[in-house]
Every structure is written in structure tokens, then in C-alpha cells.
């Protein structure tokens, strides 16, 4: 199934984003984090690239046994850092002779002090337009509704985002906000630009609070008010911040769909527990 083609067929498109483990133990919890998710019918989920490819056999593992042994449609994510040309056809090969239709290209966060391998790619854009003249996957691109935090300001991001789309992406996934005005403000610029393809919001629900703070840090997000006041009164209660996010990340999505987001993708960080709670509860809407 080609994810673009699902972004056509005026409903919600619902997504869950994992990461490979790193143990034989973190994949079989995985698989059945996976299986449980199944019998809520998710349109597609999507396995990352660790920085630096450092991950690169995993997420074709794991996205190939996902797809071929679950029988949830996968989509691997893929990266310009880490990897020469031909590595990324040996990987991409590997994929397609699988039987997986989906690709997220992606420019990738470059670990300190990396070395690029000689003729790989540097952006987004080359990626795609390189997977685009070779093969018939179905391209998502990233984009951020906060501004990317490399790009020089908001228009260049979005002349950027341009370029991806030019490439070959058919649609857009957000980095994770916190605020919707973020994204519905984005949204109305990147249609200003020219940029038509679906633009799905990435939600993640706060599960700790400390490594929420740190990954808006990372990606230049932001933390609203509001939700830094209820995290604030919770801090160390893992439960309670569940709930907090659970809660938080459900009124964030039923406000998205209501004003005609084409779906969700929630960043699940591995777990299902609140990533089920809230979809669940959009269900039930």
C-alpha cells in the first residue's frame, strides 16, 4: 500500500513511529507492541534510522518483519548521514525486494564530529530526488512547524521544504509541537509557498518530563505555558506525568482533525500504553 494513496481517501490516516532495539529482548517487545497495536487497524507505522546510520541493518529488520510477519504496512525511515550511493542501493534493493512501498527520506542529524563518506548525500532533497529517478517507492519528508533548527529563518525552511518537495516527496510529517497554533500557522505558510501535499501532524505524548524538555531543546520546539505549569506539578510522579500527556496529546489531536488535519502520526518512543489511551479515545469521539 502506497501511504500517499491512503492521504487521498478524505479520513484520518492514524500512524505509530518506533525505533529498532538494540537487544534481541527489545525486539520481541517490540513485535508485540506492534502486535497489540494491530488490533487497532493503524493505517501504517514507520521504523527510524539512527544517528549516524548507526542503525541501518535494524530498521530494514525490523521493518521488513513488521510488514511481512505482522502484517501492519511499514515504511523505513532513511538517511543521507552515514551512508555512500551504493550503500543506500544495496539498502533500498533490500527493501523493495522485500515488498516494502514506503520511504521517509530524511537529511538526518549529523553526530558530533562526523566525517560525511565520500559521495553521500548532504539534504533531504538529493535523497529523494535520488530514490525518485531509480525506483517507485512511495517519498514522505519531514518538515517543522517551529522552523528547522539548522535553517537561517522561517522563509528559508520553507524554501528548503521546496526543494524536498521538487525531489519527489508525496507527503509531509511534522517534528513533534506541543502547540497547534504552531502548525496551523505552518500549514498556512507552506500552502502560501505552493507547497499542496498533506502536511500530518507528529504528536508525542509527554511520558517524562526531563527528556521532553530535552528533545524540544534539540529540535528547537517549544513547550507551551500551560503544559509546562501541569508537567511542573508532576515531575517525578511517572504516572501522573502520563496522564498529563495522555490527556494533553488527546485535546491536541481532536482539535487537529476537527480543523482538517489529514491524520496523526504519534512518536510512540517504543511504548503503546498511552499512544493506545489516546487513540483509543479519538476512536470513541
Known amino acids: 500500500m502506497r501511504i500517499a494513496d491512503r492521504y487521498g481517501e478524505n479520513r484520518p490516516v492514524f500512524s505509530f513511529e518506533f525505533f529498532p532495539p538494540k537487544t534481541d529482548k527489545g525486539f520481541q517487545n517490540l513485535y508485540a507492541t506492534v502486535r497489540e497495536l494491530k488490533r487497532l487497524n493503524p493505517d501504517f507505522v514507520s521504523v527510524t534510522w539512527g544517528a549516524g546510520g548507526s542503525t541501518r541493518a535494524r530498521t530494514v529488520e525490523s521493518t521488513l518483519q513488521i510488514q511481512q510477519e505482522i502484517g501492519v504496512t511499514a515504511m523505513a525511515h532513511l538517511s543521507c548521514i552515514g551512508s555512500t550511493p551504493d550503500e543506500l542501493v544495496e539498502t533500498l534493493e533490500r527493501l523493495e525486494a522485500g515488498g516494502i512501498q514506503n520511504i521517509l527520506a530524511l537529511g538526518g542529524d549529523r553526530p558530533e564530529g562526523y566525517v560525511a563518506p565520500a559521495g553521500s548525500f548532504t539534504y533531504a532533497s538529493e535523497l529523494a530526488e535520488f530514490i525518485r529517478g531509480r525506483w517507485g517507492f512511495c517519498l514522505g ?40 497554533a504552531d502548525y496551523f500557522e505552518f500549514v498556512t505558510r507552506a500552502r502560501a509557498a505552493g507547497i499542496g501535499l498533506p502536511i500530518v501532524p507528529g504528536i ?58 489529514p491524520g496523526i502520526h504519534f512518536y510512540t518512543l517504543n511504548r503503546s500504553r498511552a499512544t493506545r489511551a489516546i487513540f483509543q479515545h479519538l476512536l470513541e469521539r
Not at 528548503?160 to 497547534?180: M, P, R, S, Y
Open 141 to 180: 519528508g519531514a518538515c517543522y512547524p517551529e522552523t528547522h533548527p539548522a535553517a537561517a529563518s522561517p522563509e528559508a525552511d520553507l524554501e528548503n521544504l521546496k526543494h524536498k518537495v521538487a525531489g519527489g516527496v508525496e507527503f509531509l510529517i511534522t517534528q513533534l509541537f506541543f502547540d497547534n
Open 204 to 261: 508525542m505524548p509527554v511520558l517524562n518530563v526531563r527528556s521532553v524538555r530535552r528533545m524540544t531543546t534539540l529540535s528547537g520546539g517549544r513547550i507551551p505555558d500551560e503544559l509546562q505549569a501541569a508537567l511542573t506539578r508532576v515531575e517525578g510522579d511517572d504516572d501522573a506525568t502520563r496522564d498529563v500527556g495522555i490527556e494533553w496529546a488527546t485535546l491536541q489531536c481532536r482539535e487537529l482533525l476537527e480543523r482538517g488535519a
